[in-house]
């Protein structure tokens, strides 16, 4: 039995056991904040070597890769309605998942040392036109540039 087409039948969700990346994207609050950060829908998430599409699996928060070649892969993050700042990421070392997922589509059950999916967590802040969440402050701060300084000499 296909154990990848039965897997599909039922949601895409049931797919990230054949996932070669997952991200997990979520909302930065500071550096110090312990409390769970909010994952983030609705993202577009494209890679500069690849045409993978991720799926996102709503019960896990994970964006899932199913496709990408092993190797070094350059993420663009992009929210389509501009709640929060783009990013671009460099994701080192994406294994190589083809025996697995050769094994899952004849039917056998991978052993439990076989390589596994690799899970990055993605920070984005949140863009400047974002209202902020009650009990939150932001700081902008304006660069400007001073005029030439010009050394007094008396003589």
């Not at 799926?55 to 309605?81: A, E, M, N, W």
């Not at 004849?106 to 949140?126: C, E, F, H, M, S």
């Not at 036109?129 to 932001?138: F, Q, R, S, V």
Request: no cysteine.
């Amino acid at each position: 039995m296909n154990m990848v087409s039965f897997a599909n039948r039922f949601s895409p969700d049931s797919s990230v056991v054949l996932g070669v990346l997952g991200l997990k994207v979520v909302r930065y609050v500071n550096e110090g904040n312990s409390r769970q950060a909010t994952v983030i829908p609705n993202l577009r998430i494209r890679s500069t070597r690849s045409n993978d599409i991720p799926i996102y699996h709503v019960s896990t928060g994970l964006y899932g890769f199913l496709k990408l070649k092993p190797g070094t892969h350059r993420l663009h993050i992009t929210d389509p309605q501009n709640r929060y700042l783009p990013r671009a990421i460099s994701i080192i070392d994406v294994p190589d998942h083809n025996s697995v997922r050769r094994m899952l589509e004849n039917g056998i059950t991978p052993p439990d040392n076989a390589t596994a999916p690799l899970y990055k967590t993605v920070l984005l802040r949140p863009g400047q036109d974002y209202p902020l969440p009650p009990g939150e402050t932001a700081l902008w701060v304006g660069f400007y540039q001073m005029p030439e300084f010009q050394p007094y000499i008396q003589g």
